[in-house]
C-alpha cells in the first residue's frame, strides 16, 4: 500500500515524484524521499490515473474460448436468445470468464470496473455468484462495482423480480433496467419495480437505455419523474442513452439539462454506429460522464479487448475530438470523471487522491491515446498489480 | 518474384501451399512443389490478398517528428490553412515522410496505395515530385496511384489549375478535385477544369466531397452529368460521398443507383463522427467501394497508424457489421474489392491473381480483424517485404 513512483510526468507535466501511503496519493513533487518504501522508476513516463471501465458486462466475455463465428440475426432479442443458448451450450463458468476479463483489463491499466451482470430466470444468480467470486479473488488490485441486470428482460419474465432482489441482497451493488418500453413493454411496471428495489435496499440505479429518438426520450421522462419523486438525485445512471445523440437539438437539450439539474450521470461506449451523446455538449452541461468497453469478445459483437485507453480513441473519434485538449476530456471520461460518474471520488493524481495510477508511452496524453502501448506498470491503491503489458496475477 | 509459401489458410480455408511465379499466382493446393523455388512455411496461419489503402495523403504525415500538439481551429480552411503553414514552418520533405508512411504501411500489409497529394500555388509540385520519387524507390515493393490533388482549392488560388496540368504531365496517374461547392465556391468553373484536365491527360479523376446532405447530392449530381456528357464511365471515383450517408433514403438511394449505373466507386475512411455511404447498401446495389486510412500521424488529428486491419475494423464499426460473415465484406473493401475501386484488377488470393498476400494470425478472418496482431509475412509480386511486422527496407 506504501510506494514512490519516481520520474513520472503526471498527465504528462514536468517529471515528479509520487509518494503513495496506505493506498492514497501522500505527495508529488521532486526528489521525495521516503526511506523504506518501495520504489518504481517510471523513466520519464506519462502517469495517469488508474482507467476506469465504467460500463462492461464480466460474465458474458468468452476469453480462452476458440473464436465465437459470429451469425447472429440482426434485432435486439436476437442476441439476447442466442447468448443465453450459447452460455448454456458452452456451460459458461461466470467466475472463470470474469477473471480473465478482469485480467486483461488490468493488465491494460484498468483498476475500477462497473459490470452490469446477467440475472435471469433460467441461469438465476450463478453469473452473480460468480462475478462476486472475481470481486473477492481480485480484491486489492481492481475495484467491481456489480449491477444486477435484468439482460432476458423483467417484465415479461415473471420470477425476475425477486431474482433481482435476492441479487441485491446478496452483495450487487446496484440494480439495472433495460429499454422499459422496448424490451420490456411496460415501461411504468418495469420503472416502478426498479425504482422499488433501489429504495428497499438502499442502493443507487444504472439503467440500459438503447431507445433512441422520442422512444427513449419518452423512457428518459419516465426516469426523470421517478428520480424527482423519490428524492434520488445523484442516485441514478442512465447507460448508453443514445436519445441524447437525437438530431432534435432542442428536445434533447432539455433533456441533457435535466441530467444536469438531478445529476444524473451518462455511462457511453461511443458506439460508431449510432447517435450516441456528444460528451462535449453533455459535459459542457455539466453531467457527470463516463465511458465503457460494453461486453467484448462474446456473442455481441468482435470488437474491442478491453483496453479504455483504446475506449478514449472511439470516445475520441466518434465524437470528433482532434485537439489535444479535446483528447484530454476523453481521458478524463475514462480515468477521473469516469470515476465521479460511477460514484468514486478522489481518482486524480493528487495529494489525497487514489493511489491507483498506470505509467504509459507518449510524449503526450494524446499520444498516449493515439499509440496504445503495453502498459509500462498498473498500480491499484499503491499496490504494482501489472508490468509490461502483463498482470502479475496469472490469467487462469 | 517466384515464392512457394507452404501451409498457408487461403481467406481462413483449409491449409494449402501458394506458388507465385512471375509475381503471379500461379497454383493453389495441396503439396506443390517448385524446386529452386524459395519457400516460406505460413504456419498455418491465414493469407488475405496484400492490404489496400485506397485513400491517403503521403505527403502529409509528420512520422519521425514529434508528437505535433494539435490546437487547430474547428473548419475545413482552419486545418488547411494550418497545414500549409505547418509544412513551411518544419521544412517538410515530402519524399522522406511519404517514405516513412508507406513504409509504416507496409509493414503492415499494404501492398497497394492510392495517395493524393497536395498541389498548390505555395509548394507547387514539390510534393508530387517527392511522392514520384518514393514510388520510384519502393518500386516492386508496393503499388502507388499518385492523385494531382488540389487541398488548397483551385478556383480561389489561380495558378492551381496549371499545377495540376503540369503534375500530370510529369506522371501523376490521376487528377483529384475537392468539395466544387463548400472550398471551391464554384461548382461548375472547378469541376469543368478538372473534367477538362482529365480528358486533356486521358487520366481519370478522384475527387474528394465532404459536401454533406443536399449540398454533396448537388455536387454529385454535376458530377454524374459531366460523367455520363462525356462518357467517362467508370473513369470517376468519390471519395468521401458523405451525402450518401444522407437520412433522406429515397434521395440517397437515387445517387447510389446512379453510381452504379456510372460505375462511380465509392472510397471511405468510414469516419465514426460523420454521416458515411453504408457498405453493405452501397456495395448491395453493385458500386465497387475502396477503404482508405486517410492522412495520420499529421496536423488533422491523433487518429491512425497506417494500419489496413485497423480500418476493416473501422469500417466494421461504423457499419454495425457484426457477423463473420459481414467482416468477410469489410476485408473485401480493404482488399480485392477496394483494388477493383481502384482500378487494379486481380488483386485475389486466385490462380491468375496478383502475387501480393499479407500472413495473418487468427482462427478466422475476423479474428485477424479484431486482434490486428503483427503481420508474420508481407509478400508484393512475389517477394518478401515485410517480417514480424517490419519491412526488409530500413525507415528512413
Redesign the interface.
Known sequence: MDLLITNARPMGAEPADILIRDGRIAAIGPDLAAPGVAVEDAGGRIAIPGLVDAHTHLDKSLLGW??Y????GPRLIDKIDNERAVKKAYGLDPHLQSMRQVLQSMAFGTTLIRSHVDVDTEQGLAAIEGVMRTRQALAGQVEIQIVAFPQSGQMPRPGTAELLDEALAMGADLIGGIDPCAMEKDPKGHLDTVFALSQKHGKPIDIHLHEPGELGAFSMEMIFERTRALGMSSRVAVSHAFCLGFGDWQRTQGLIDTCAELDIPILTT?????DVPMVLRVTGAGVRMGAGNDGF?DT????G?GDMLERA??V?????L????E?AVAMDICTTMGARAIDVADHALTVGGRGDLVLVE???V??A???RKPRKLVVATGRVTARDGATLTAVP
Chains 1, 2 share one sequence.
Open positions: 476458440p473464436w463465428v459470429n451469425a447472429v461511443a458506439p460508431a454506429s449510432r469478445r455481441w459483437g468482435p470488437y479487448d480513441m472511439f475520441g473519434m466518434r465524437n470528433n482532434r485537439r489535444d485538449d483528447l507518449g510524449e503526450t494524446a499520444e491515446i493515439s499509440i
